[in-house]
């Protein structure tokens, strides 16, 4: 428990958390997905306290590892690309608010044009 509150909710494995499950942070965001020995591992989102995704990709423990995809408060993407060990690596797509704009109207062209 933290501050009175549940801080993991999931399964356990062999007394550890492990499978699925949600895990809460002391800052009120939360993330729901993969867990194994105790560590964020596998697939999953990290939200926001207000429920916008703040993550969705990959961790390896407890470290965003693989393909992730950065967003802010508002849900627009920040950045797109690859993690090693918590770390950027390799080519990026950054987005500024201007960029947003013009991948969201492309994006709906495509949509539009299938």
């Known amino acids: 428990m933290m501050n009175g509150r ?3 909710k999931g399964d356990f ?3 550890k958390m ?3 499950g949600q895990y809460y942070f002391e800052n009120g965001d939360y993330y729901i997905g993969q867990m194994k020995n105790d560590l964020i591992d596998g697939y999953g989102k990290i939200y926001y306290m207000n429920g916008s995704i703040k993550y969705d990709g990959n961790f390896v423990n ?3 590892h693989d393909k992730g995809i950065r967003n ?3 849900g627009n993407i920040k950045y797109d690309g690859n993690f090693v060990n918590d770390k ?3 080519n990026w797509l950054t987005f500024s608010d ?3 704009d013009i991948y969201n109207i492309l994006k709906l062209i495509i949509i539009i044009k299938s």
């Open 6 to 8: 549940i801080k993991y």
């Open 13 to 15: 494995i062999n007394g």
């Open 18 to 20: 492990g499978g699925n």
């Open 62 to 64: 407890g470290h965003r």
């Open 72 to 74: 802010d408060m508002d």
């Open 88 to 90: 950027k690596e390799g």
């Open 98 to 100: 201007r960029d947003l």
